[in-house]
């Protein structure tokens, strides 16, 4: 299986924040953020491995900035690196303003998805090739935070996450 970049998989999302979507402070709802972020990422997810893919796991997400409503919201999300059957997806959530048009970096969020096949049984996917600095980063960081994940689910043992362990040592 040939390998694919980082950038063949990125997907972007601009929509608006409507009233139906917020908080009683009239900021972006968390969990219509968290569709959000899951939407983009499924996508870059399957044009990365071109088949069904499902979430498996959410593993880190930041909400650093209240996202008013009316905003134009910005999700770019990128497969950060391709295991066996597994992706880590980095996911960029960006607002607009309205006068400048520049955007701030609102929130940041890690998702796990799986390839699967029609039976919903994991398969192969190619690997990621990591170019820019920042994929760079992202790329060798991504096997510490699967096997933070496994960890945290109770499907690894600690002993086992050496690449983890590493960070300690
Ligand atoms: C995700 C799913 C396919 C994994 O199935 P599984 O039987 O655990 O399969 P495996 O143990 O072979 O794991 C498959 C891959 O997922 C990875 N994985 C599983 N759980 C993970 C977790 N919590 N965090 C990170 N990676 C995880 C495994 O490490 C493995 O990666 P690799 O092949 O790249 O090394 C299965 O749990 C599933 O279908 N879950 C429901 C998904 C879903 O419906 N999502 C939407 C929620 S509403």
């Known amino acids: 299986m040939e390998a694919k970049t980082a950038e063949a998989s990125k997907t972007i999302m601009t929509d608006l924040v409507l009233p139906s979507e917020t908080n009683p402070l009239n900021n972006l709802f968390g969990g219509e953020l968290l569709a959000r972020m899951d939407r983009a990422a499924s996508i870059a997810a399957r044009r990365h491995s071109r088949r069904i893919v499902v979430t498996a796991s959410v593993n880190h997400v930041e909400f650093n900035r209240a996202v008013p409503l009316g905003s134009v919201v910005t999700v770019e999300a990128k497969v950060s690196r391709a295991f066996k059957t597994s992706m880590e997806v980095y996911i960029d959530v960006w607002v607009e303003d309205r006068e400048s048009g520049m955007r701030t970096k609102a ?63």
């Not at 998805?113 to 994929?135: C, H, K, N, R, Y």
């Not at 980063?137 to 590493?166: C, F, H, I, N, W």
Request: aromatic share 6%; no cysteine; charged share 30%.
């Open 107 to 169: 929130n940041e969020a890690i998702y796990t998805f799986v390839a699967v096949d029609e039976t919903g049984t994991p398969i192969a996917i190619p690997e990621i090739v990591a170019e820019s600095p920042l994929e760079i980063e992202r790329y060798e960081g991504a096997l510490r935070r699967k096997q933070l994940s496994l960890v945290l689910a109770g499907k690894m043992k600690a002993k086992d996450a050496t690449e983890l362990k590493a960070l300690f040592a």
